[in-house]
């Protein structure tokens, strides 16, 4: 995990901007296709706070207690806050639903 910390700004800045094109990509008539590719783009760029959280926790001295359960969960409730606004999205029909 200490590889993620050593990255260069350059770097994190290509990784998220790939998985943001990645989550906003359509290939047209190949719905499952574009599903996988949106799916992954979306574990790019939503992971990285978890990634990087869990690597900095390991770095944390012993004396003080953080919660890094808390922690996980919040990472896990936006996730899932933004899967439920895509899906809400997409039900309405929303000119927005292609975000």
């Not at 800045?13 to 094109?21: A, E, P, Q, R, S």
């Not at 008539?29 to 990087?52: C, E, H, K, N, Q």
């Not at 990472?75 to 029909?93: D, G, H, P, R, W």
Request: proline share 4%; charged share 10%.
């Amino acid at each position: 995990m200490s590889i993620i910390l050593k990255l260069k700004h350059w770097q994190i800045f290509i990784c998220l901007i790939v998985g943001m094109v990645f989550s906003n990509f359509t290939i047209e008539g190949d719905v499952l296709l574009t599903t996988i590719i949106r799916a992954i783009g979306v574990i790019m760029f939503m992971s990285w706070p978890l990634l990087t959280g869990h690597a900095l926790y390991q770095r944390v001295p012993e004396k003080f207690e953080l919660p890094y359960t808390l922690f996980v969960i919040n990472c896990f409730i936006t996730i899932a806050a933004y899967a439920f606004v895509q899906i809400i999205l997409k039900i309405t029909n929303s000119p927005f639903g292609d975000c």
